[in-house]
């Protein structure tokens, strides 16, 4: 009778990262709390993104949330073209093909890594983030650099090419090897900061907090007492919530404008950097 079908699709291509996980769990309980039917699209290994729009909307969605910072930009831009009201949930807002998004303040996390090392002493500092072209590792940078370049510090830069625990450790191995005097190292995501951690505790014989790390999303794992990691609170709950309200309203009103809604992030230090002063 609507010509509805109450169903959302939740994509994503990054399945095997803990914390997105966490952020589908908490989609789907919010998307059931609202009478909506989530259905869930896993993008890891598709690369013909036609036919991957092709296969949703062979369920008649009412609209899609893409969850995720590194999926392909073209996955993106055809979603756009099929006409389903589209949310982008954690990644950084794409202004170019005019849609909605529910993020993080990425660049001010990195602002406040950055100073966060500074008022601890830290000099030399670092950065290991996924590929320079993913929007929550360009964005963190560009808050990182802000502060740095300030303060007059030029900060060593480290892309692993994705967000994983074997990436952080390759990444630390290869970024102190050739710059043993950093003494600080921010990580763009709490999978690479633990990695980095390990790598400097077990390859490289070092201790931390000697070198600070600082990852970022707060994941479960981070505080473990293995780690301790020093990261940024992201408030999931509250992407989410924003996100599923543009989404609701694109349903009800059609996609009149571009709306994007920013979530603060508050670090929160443990033992993996000094005490203040």
Known sequence: MTGRSSLIALASNAFNDPQVMTIIDTFTIELQRRQLRPLIFNLTRMNDWVE?????SQ?????????????NQNFVRHV???GIPTVLAFGRDIHEVGISASFVDNVEGGRTAATAFLRRDYRELGFIGA???????????????EVLNRNEVEPIVVHSG????????????????????IDAIFCADDLLAMGAMDGIRYDL???????????????????????????????????VENAIEIM??????????????????????????RELP
Request: hydrophobic share 35%.
């Open 52 to 56: 991957a729009v092709a296969l949703m």
């Open 59 to 71: 369920y008649q969605i009412d609209g899609i949330i893409i969850a995720s910072s590194t999926l």
């Open 80 to 82: 756009q073209k099929s």
């Open 131 to 145: 590929h320079s072209e993913v929007s929550t590792t360009k964005d963190r940078l560009a808050g990182y650099y």
């Open 162 to 181: 994705e967000y994983s625990h074997d990436a952080g450790r390759r990444a630390v191995n290869r970024l102190l090897v050739s710059h043993p005097k």
């Open 205 to 239: 014989r070092r201790s931390i907090p000697e070198i600070g790390v600082i990852g970022f999303s707060d994941m479960q794992m981070s505080r473990w007492p293995s780690y301790d990691l020093s990261t940024f609170a992201t408030n999931v709950g509250r992407v």
């Open 248 to 273: 609701q309203s694109q349903i009800e009103n059609g996609a009149q404008i571009v709306e994007k809604r920013i979530v603060g992030c508050e670090l929160v230090a443990r033992k993996s950097i």
